[in-house]
């Protein structure tokens, strides 16, 4: 599970060249996105997610999204929508957990990268969001 709250974290995972091109700069665009909605307009090297709700990359074998704020399995929740987005050679699901009014939780993970049970839900979700 890889957390971007900063930009210095999405820096970091560019850097370390461990997640696909396509889904990087992806990851990159929405949190410019987050940014420019919550930032007001400055220019804040120091500027987080964290009060916002942050973005969430899902790795194979994540199981425990207590620390992410949710009581279950992803399964086990209601997202408020599943977005299914088609890359150029890539397909990612958005997952949107609304904690409360101020703040929106994104979850994001590659489509087939995932257990069947999971991938089933997404694709299930998706297809009624």
């Not at 410019?32 to 074998?61: Q, T, W």
């Not at 977005?83 to 703040?103: A, C, K, S």
Request: aromatic share 12%; net charge negative.
């Amino acid at each position: 599970m890889r957390i971007i709250m900063t930009k210095a974290d999405v820096q970091e995972l560019r850097e370390a060249n461990i997640i696909h091109p396509t889904y990087m700069s992806y990851l990159e665009e929405e949190w410019r996105s987050l940014y420019d909605a919550f930032s007001n307009g400055k220019l804040d090297e120091k500027f987080s997610l964290r009060e916002h709700g942050y973005m969430v990359c899902i790795e194979p074998g994540d199981n425990n999204f207590i620390p992410m704020g949710l009581q279950h399995s992803i399964i086990e929740s209601t997202p408020e929508y599943v977005d299914l987005i088609e890359l150029d050679d890539l397909v990612i699901y958005r997952i949107g957990f609304l904690y409360d009014n101020d703040r929106m939780m994104l979850f994001y993970s590659i489509a087939g990268s995932l257990n069947e049970e999971i991938e089933d839900w997404l694709s299930e979700q998706a297809m009624n969001s």
